[in-house]
């Protein structure tokens, strides 16, 4: 059932009890009142009509007539036919609860004998085939005899004017109960509409439309659940799509991975293949003995990369303080030999903090980088200046062929080459950049690259300079 | 003669095919990007495309949509993603077959060959001298009459062919032909050699070489 339906059905159903409840208070007094009022006038008409029954019986005496129950009966007779209350009716009942008179329809059924004992006036209220009587009962002493009078009033009135008001009351409830269940459910819909909305949402959301938001803009708690709701939605966004990023990472990196690893395996097989299968002419052999050479070697410079990439993304480093000059002037030293170009050194002293050996990778990459664009005046030029804040700047400046604008952004990418085909002639790996970046990541820096096609390329990052 | 066209960047990768091809009969071009491929399929007509599907400038997919829009020339893929979505995207595109990296170079030119078969391009039977051989049903014909070769015989005589006119070393044949788990026996090889000299008649073209093995002189 909708929570709606079960608001207006609560809702009614409270109406409808207390409506009742009240109702039945208002008639049950009117009714009371109108009964109490009744008796009154009633019990006054009695006393009025004992009254004239015994003016008449008084005159009886005074003319000396004398007194017998047929005589009275007679006069009650005429004082009630010639009254005009002709809704009254008398009994007489003798000493023996004999009925002697009546003139009361269905007396029968009355069962009168049981209140004619009464010592006082009394009166009771019966009920006969949907008349109601008000029967009064006295007592006269006459002629050593007790006879018993009743007096009976129709009373159907007081009744009748009950069931009138329980029948309107009955049509103003329905109507009441009707309109009240239009509105109630008019504005259970209005206030249930948001709930509905955010279950609209949350089932979107549930199949998988992670942008899907709530748009509700109430300030009572439908409002705040919707903004808490929004909250959490963005949150789960958020992290799936960072999960998803990292899946397309991971694809990414297994896709770049497998090709680079699938290609010079294949040429590796092919060419061996071909070698052990014929006895092929010198100049092929020379060409098929090269190409395996050549794509060996491009996978052991891959493997080695690789795991050094592995072995970062495990371990935590441990950074020490030393002096980077220093540093810098005897690697190129040591390494030099391996790049065509010369490398002219710019240091200020400084102490930083780092890892000695992986900044090596990370310089020795750079390095590899800039003098595979084939500088125009062959020289790489490593500049390290004190900047603000503490920071050492390491530049490795290169007047090679640069990076078209469409790649910058993207060379860090694991596997990701600019040209390939250049790139592999010098059995680049595309992994270079990324390894940098990396090691960099660690030392919570990061590179950054200027560069212009065919004007040259500077790469430079910051490490914390440390006071020594 | 086929003209075959090899787009492929890795230039180790394109000279092996173009080396197995041309030794296989074929004329071959070979383009390192999407762009020159363009160019030369423009300009020259193939019977066949071999196509890798990461290309700088112009990728093989967009390549293969291009060629299916004006040509109806054969393409096979070949590619380093051997994930079955992207199988099924090259298909869905129109490539005629694919082939993952690391391939051996026999099942590429198997491959290759079937194509052609199925485009009718390449000669079902293919006469060698007065021998005619049926690529599709395995069957070998001397002078119009059908000559029964066993299995093994008939993968021999298809090595032979494709390698025709070089020296094949001995133990690379047995290998190639009866699988590498068999230990080499130099009897079965030489039986069957012998066997297809006398029911070919090819007694002079298959010759033996000294110290290296076989080599079919057609």
Redo the contacts between chains.
């Keep these: 059932m909708k929570f709606w339906k079960k608001l207006v059905l609560f809702v009614i159903t409270a109406i409808s009890i207390i409506l009742s409840i009240s109702r039945f208070y208002i008639v049950k007094n009117n009714f009371l009142n109108s009964l109490e009022n009744l008796v009154k006038q009633n019990s006054n008409q009695n006393i009025l009509e004992r009254y004239m029954l015994e003016n008449a019986i008084v005159n009886m005496i005074e003319t000396g007539e004398q007194i017998s129950n047929e005589k009275i009966i007679e006069n009650l007779k005429n004082m009630y036919e010639h009254s005009d209350n002709n809704s009254e009716a008398i009994a007489i009942y003798s000493e023996k609860y004999e009925q002697i008179y009546s003139n009361i329809k269905d007396i029968e059924s009355l069962n009168i004998e049981s209140i004619l004992d009464e010592e006082k006036e009394y009166y009771c209220l019966r009920e006969v085939k949907d008349s109601h009587y008000m029967l009064f009962s006295s007592h006269w002493f006459i002629n050593n005899e007790t006879i018993y009078i009743i007096n009976a009033y129709d009373v159907n009135t007081i009744y009748e004017e009950r069931d009138r008001q329980l029948r309107e009351i009955l049509i103003t409830d329905i109507i009441i109960l009707v309109i009240s269940s239009i509105v109630i459910s008019i504005f259970s819909i209005l206030l249930t509409k948001p709930i509905d909305s955010l279950n609209k949402t949350t089932k979107k959301i549930a199949s998988g439309n992670f942008s899907e938001r709530v748009n509700i803009k109430s300030k009572d708690e439908i409002g705040e659940l919707a903004n808490s709701f929004n909250l959490m939605a963005d949150q789960v966004e958020n992290k799936i799509n960072e999960l998803n990023l990292q899946v397309k990472q991971k694809n990414d990196f297994i ?1 770049g991975f ?2 680079e ?7 590796i ?3 061996s ?2 070698l ?5 002419d010198e100049e ?1 052999s020379r ?1 098929a003995i090269n ?1 395996i050479y ?2 060996t070697k491009r996978l052991e410079k891959l493997s080695f990369k690789l795991m050094k990439l592995m072995s970062l993304s495990n371990e935590k480093i441990e950074l020490e303080v030393f002096e980077i000059s220093e540093f810098i002037e005897k690697m190129v030293k040591m390494e030099s030999i391996i790049f065509n170009s010369k490398i002219e050194l710019n240091l200020e002293k400084a102490y930083v903090k780092g890892d000695k050996e992986l900044l090596e990778v990370v310089i020795k990459n750079l390095l590899e980088n800039s003098d595979k664009s084939e500088p125009k005046d062959n020289k790489i030029v490593i500049k390290g200046e004190r900047r603000e804040n503490k920071k050492y700047r390491i530049s490795v400046i290169d007047k090679g062929c640069g990076i078209p604008k469409e790649h910058i952004n993207r060379v860090t990418e694991d596997f990701y080459m600019v ?3 250049r790139s ?1 002639e010098k059995s680049g790996s595309g992994i270079g950049l990324s390894l940098v970046k990396k090691i960099l990541n660690l030392h919570n820096s990061e590179i950054f690259i200027e560069s212009e096609e065919n004007i040259g390329t500077t790469a430079y990052f910051e490490l914390e300079e440390e006071a020594k | 003669m086929n003209k075959i066209l090899i787009v492929e ?5 394109s ?2 095919i173009k ?2 091809l041309e030794n296989r009969g074929y004329m071959c071009q070979t383009a ?2 999407g762009e020159i491929a363009s160019n030369y399929i423009e300009k020259n007509v193939y019977d066949l495309i071999l196509l890798d599907i ?1 290309l ?1 400038k112009v990728d093989g997919y967009e390549l293969l949509d291009y060629i299916r829009k004006s040509y109806e020339t054969p393409t096979i893929f070949i590619t ?3 994930q079955t979505e992207d199988k099924i995207k090259g298909l869905n595109l129109g490539a005629d077959d694919y082939i ?6 026999e099942e590429l030119v198997a491959r290759v060959e079937a194509v052609l078969r199925r485009y009718n391009k390449g000669n079902e039977e293919q006469n060698f001298g007065d021998v005619s051989i049926n690529f599709a049903n395995r069957s070998v014909k001397k002078l119009g009459k059908n000559v029964s070769l066993t299995p093994k015989e008939f993968d021999l005589l298809i090595l032979l062919i494709q ?1 025709r006119n ?4 001995r133990e ?2 047995f290998e ?1 032909v009866w699988g590498e788990e068999l230990e080499f026996e130099t009897r079965t090889l030489d039986l069957h050699i012998q066997r297809l000299r006398k029911k070919l008649g090819w007694k002079d073209k298959i010759k033996t ?1 000294y110290k ?1 093995g076989y ?1 079919l002189e057609i």
Excluded: Q, W
């Excluded at chain 1, 690893?261 to 040429?267: I, V, Y």
């Excluded at chain 1, 052990?276 to 092929?280: D, G, P, V």
């Design positions: 896709n497998t090709h690893l699938k290609t010079p395996m294949t040429a097989v092919g060419y293949d071909l052990r299968l014929r006895n092929t092929t060409k190409y050549s794509e040209d390939k085909a592999r | 960047d890795e230039i180790a990768i000279d092996l080396i197995a390192k990007d990461m700088p380093a993603k051997s993952t990296k690391p391939f051996e170079i390698n070089c020296a094949l070393y690379v044949i190639k070489v290296i080599m």
